[in-house]
């Protein structure tokens, strides 16, 4: 499989900066595609090949992949980003699956009411799920990743062995996307010191420090943890 590799996905952060940060961090060139008649293209199973469903949509020629913990797992792979002993992979796998649940759930209290219509149609009637989400939900989620973090060398390092992986770079991305979007609660979590740490060293990685300063870093929306 020759390596032209290209991101279908819509021209803001969101799902797609996860899988845009994995050809950062290694140096990669991609074709990062946002056009809205693609992207249609996916949503309505016009694109040739294996169905796929919603983007981010992963391209390499005639390979077609979604879902973005799928995604994020096999360029990790793809891309020497991963566990070196069948314990640690499996591990991160569980970790990559709770990472985007987390999203998920994250971005579900802002859609209280339905969960496609765009926040800012029911801005009013979602503010309780968004308070539950903040005072009780994001903890829980914070202090799991703090004493996974911790498991690895006392959180000083890496989540799994002496180099980073597609796990390391989507915790990094979910600290993000909650500290830009909850910079309060991000604040005043103190129980989690590890945790910010690693997010401020990952953060510091020269190509990823970078790209982050850059033009082709996209702005949270400021509505969802997207």
């Not at 996974?148 to 000083?156: I, M, P, Q, S, Y």
């Not at 799994?160 to 909850?182: C, I, K, W």
Request: glycine share 8%.
């Amino acid at each position: 499989m020759a390596d032209d590799w290209e991101l279908l996905y819509h021209p803001l952060g969101g799902r797609g900066e996860y899988v845009r940060l994995l050809f950062v961090e290694k140096g990669i060139e991609f074709k990062d595609t946002t056009d809205p008649q693609v992207i249609a293209k996916v949503r309505e199973g016009k694109l040739d090949g294996f169905p796929v469903m919603f983007p981010p949509v992963l391209c390499n020629g005639d390979f077609h992949l979604a879902q973005t913990p799928t995604i994020c797992k096999y360029l990790g792979k793809k891309f020497g980003m991963y566990p070196d002993n069948e314990t640690d992979e499996w591990r991160a796998d569980q970790l990559n699956a709770t990472i985007h649940d987390f999203i998920g759930e994250g971005r579900l209290s802002f859609h209280g009411i339905h969960p496609t219509m765009t926040y800012y149609k029911q801005i009013e009637e979602t503010k309780p799920y968004i308070e539950r989400f903040v005072n009780e939900r994001l903890p829980v989620w914070l202090k799991h990743f703090e004493a996974v973090l911790k498991e690895n060398n006392g959180g000083k390092g890496f989540l799994f062995g002496e180099t980073v992986t597609y796990v390391d770079l989507g915790l990094m991305q979910a600290l993000r996307a909650t500290e830009s979007q909850f910079p309060d609660a991000w604040n005043n979590a103190d129980y989690i010191p590890a945790l910010k740490s690693f997010k401020d060293r990952m953060c510091s990685r020269p190509r990823l420090a970078a790209y982050f300063k850059s033009d082709k870093c996209r702005p949270f929306a400021g509505d969802s943890m997207m």
